[in-house]
Structures are given as structure tokens and as C-alpha cells.
């Protein structure tokens, strides 16, 4: 379906820290499905959920969680509320309202979620390093040092079981837990926020190259392709 590119290029955008090159081209996906569906497609949540990222990385919360609300139906009405794409919208509507502030209202969706990976036997799960991780840091946030630890260790060992330590997931993970150790005391821990911070400073470079050497493609070309893909 032609509304997939433009999703997973928006998607791709949004995560290299590119949100106002996301907006459009995932606007436009939303636009396709509405456009050839009667109904909400399933595969649409996907680009809700681009939507609702991009949107958190505006500051504007409320619009970022209705897009996210809708993925969350819409995957739980046809996943069903156990299967591991519903699951981790929930970790991404945790995520938001960390971002927000409200650290209730996060901790309630992320619990819910590991609760969920849990009972479906999946506590080993990639995404439960995500769930992991944003509650941990809800409960750094809220001074509980100790049980930050605890939760982010967690997220480390998972999300590198899964993919390398230099992935930027992990690289931030080491971050998050090189701070809750800190703030739990371990002042040794302070190097590894200075080596993983430097870190993450040659990824968002290597991002920042990315697009200037690769600029966008108009929607219209990734939309129908080259006039000689088209033709």
C-alpha cells in the first residue's frame, strides 16, 4: 500500500531527530488511508503513532496522546490487549507522559504494560526494556534512586541481548542508569554519564550528516517513485 512509505520514512525521520521533516510526510500518510478506507485501517496506527512522537517533540501532549489513544484502540480492538504492538503503544503513551510531567499517569500505563508482557509470558520481550526503562526513570524522577536502578539494570540487560551496545536505545539506556546510580550514590558512575553522553553526541552528529548528505525526497517522488521507477 502506497501509504506505508511515507510512514516508515516518517517514522525513520522522527527517530533521528528530524520532527518537522516527519509531520508532513506522515500527515500525508494519514491523508492516503482516509482517503482509500471508509473505516480506520489497522495499519494506520502505525502512522498515528509517528504522529503522536512527532507531536511529543512539540511540547503539544494533549494532541500526542488522542494519536496515540487511537492507536491504542484501534490495536487492541484487532490485536488484541495482549499482543506486543498494543502492549507497546502503551509503553510510548508511558513515555509521553513522562515527558509531560505526569509521572501518575505514566507510571500507571507502564506498569500496566510489564503487568500485561508478564502475563502473556513474554517478560523477556525487546520491548519490555522500554516499559523498563521509562518507569524507572519515573521513579528517578520521583527520588526513588534505588528502584531506578533496579528497573534500568533490567532495561540494559534486555535491550542488549537484543541489539548491540552502541545502538542509540542502549547507548541512552546506560545514560538513565549511569544517573540513577549517581543519584543512588555511586559516584563512580559519573564517567559513565560523561562516556555514554559523548556517545550519544557522535550518533546525533552521524544523524546531522545523514540528512545533509540525503536530503528528503519530495513526497511525490517517495510517494510514485522516480519518473523512470513510475514509468
Do not use: C
Not at 506522515?26 to 471508509?38: G, K, N, P, Q
Not at 511540547?59 to 502492549?87: C, F, H, P, Q, W
Amino acid at each position: 500500500m502506497v501509504a506505508y512509505a511515507p510512514t516508515g520514512q516518517g517514522m525513520f525521520l522522527e527517530s533521528i531527530n528530524a520532527p518537522d521533516l516527519a509531520k508532513p510526510i506522515l500527515e500525508e500518510a494519514d491523508r492516503i488511508f482516509e482517503t482509500i478506507f471508509d473505516e480506520p485501517h489497522n495499519d494506520q496506527a502505525a502512522t498515528w503513532m509517528g504522529l503522536g512522537y512527532v507531536a511529543m517533540r512539540d511540547g503539544d501532549y494533549d494532541r500526542g496522546r488522542e494519536y496515540m489513544n487511537r492507536a491504542l484502540e484501534m490495536r487492541e480492538k484487532n490485536d488484541g490487549v495482549e499482543n506486543t504492538s498494543t502492549i507497546r503503544t502503551r509503553n510510548a503513551i508511558g513515555r509521553l507522559e513522562y515527558e509531560r510531567g505526569d509521572l501518575a499517569a505514566a507510571e500507571a500505563m507502564l506498569e500496566t504494560a510489564m503487568e500485561l508482557y508478564t502475563a502473556s509470558d513474554d517478560s523477556t520481550h525487546p520491548f519490555v526494556a522500554e516499559a523498563a526503562t521509562w518507569l524507572g526513570r519515573v521513579h528517578l524522577a520521583r527520588g526513588d534512586a534505588t528502584a531506578a536502578v533496579e528497573l534500568l539494570e533490567r532495561a540494559v540487560a534486555l535491550g542488549e541481548a537484543e541489539q548491540a551496545e552502541s545502538h542509540v536505545d542502549n547507548v541512552r539506556r546506560r545514560l538513565w542508569l549511569a544517573e540513577a546510580r549517581v543519584a543512588n550514590g555511586d559516584a563512580g558512575a559519573q564517567a559513565d554519564i560523561d562516556s555514554a553522553s559523548e556517545r550519544l553526541s557522535v550518533i546525533e552528529s552521524e544523524w546531522a550528516d545523514i540528512l545533509a548528505s540525503s536530503p528528503v525526497p519530495p513526497l511525490d517522488v517517495l510517494l510514485n517513485g522516480t519518473p523512470d521507477e513510475a514509468g
